[in-house]
């Protein structure tokens, strides 16, 4: 038996759209990868077993009502990776130190 979660679907399709726009001083997949799993760690997650299933969800997120809470949830990710990136990030405004 397949089961999906249909919100890892629609959570990467909002994160994909909105992602260039975002307030985040570093874009690389890591930082990506980790404001996605933010958001999914807090959305309730929407499991189907058949197709006809995930269309269903799909078509409830549709509505903008629905995807609210999706939005702020990538929000507030966003917020949480642009303050504290899972990585070092460069100084670009530190000169290199010639070695
Ligand atoms: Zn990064």
């Not at 799993?37 to 995930?54: C, E």
Request: include cysteine; hydrophobic fraction near 45%; charged fraction near 25%.
């Amino acid at each position: 038996m397949k089961m999906v979660n249909v919100l890892e679907e629609i959570a990467w399709e909002v994160l994909n759209e909105h992602w260039d726009h975002l307030d985040l001083s570093c874009k690389c997949e890591q930082c990506k990868g980790d404001v996605y799993a933010l958001m999914m760690n807090a959305l309730p997650p929407r499991y189907v077993t058949t197709d006809a299933g995930r269309v269903f969800i799909k078509v409830e997120f549709m509505n903008e009502q629905s995807l609210t809470n999706v939005l702020c949830q990538l929000a507030k990710a966003a917020e949480v990776v642009a303050v504290k990136p899972s990585h070092p990030l460069p100084k670009p405004d530190v000169p290199a130190v010639a070695e």
